[in-house]
């Protein structure tokens, strides 16, 4: 299987930013679960977490891109997670 396809998680809360390689292009779901969790952690009222990545993910029709959404949004969060850690 070819990975030719790359996503980016630019670089937030002091935390590095990261490349992944897909063998299809699923940047655009990679970007929308970014900004989903983006939206997410600047919400005062963000209900949960799970129950916001599930809902919007399940939308998505390809496995892929279901999965690239996932990384896009928990890439998100573990940045936060880790610039309150530190």
Same mark, same amino acid.
């Given at each position: 299987?070819? &990975? +030719?396809?790359?996503?980016?998680?630019p670089?937030?809360?002091?935390?590095? +930013?990261? !490349?992944?390689?897909?063998? *299809?292009?699923?940047?655009? *779901?990679?970007? =929308? +679960?970014? &900004?989903?969790?983006?939206?997410? $952690?600047?919400?005062?009222? +963000?209900?949960? $977490?799970?129950?916001?990545m @599930?809902? !919007?993910?399940?939308?998505?029709? =390809? *496995? @892929?891109?279901?999965? *690239?959404? !996932?990384?896009?949004?928990?890439?998100?969060?573990?940045q936060?997670?880790?610039?309150?850690?530190?």
């Amino acid at each position: 299987m070819s &990975k +030719g396809i790359v996503t980016y998680l630019p670089s937030h809360d002091g935390q590095p +930013g990261t !490349e992944i390689a897909w063998a *299809a292009d699923c940047r655009e *779901a990679f970007n =929308r +679960g970014v &900004k989903l969790a983006q939206s997410w $952690l600047d919400s005062a009222f +963000g209900g949960w $977490l799970w129950a916001v990545m @599930i809902a !919007e993910r399940d939308l998505l029709p =390809r *496995a @892929i891109d279901r999965r *690239a959404f !996932e990384v896009g949004f928990l890439g998100r969060v573990q940045q936060r997670l880790l610039a309150l850690s530190q």
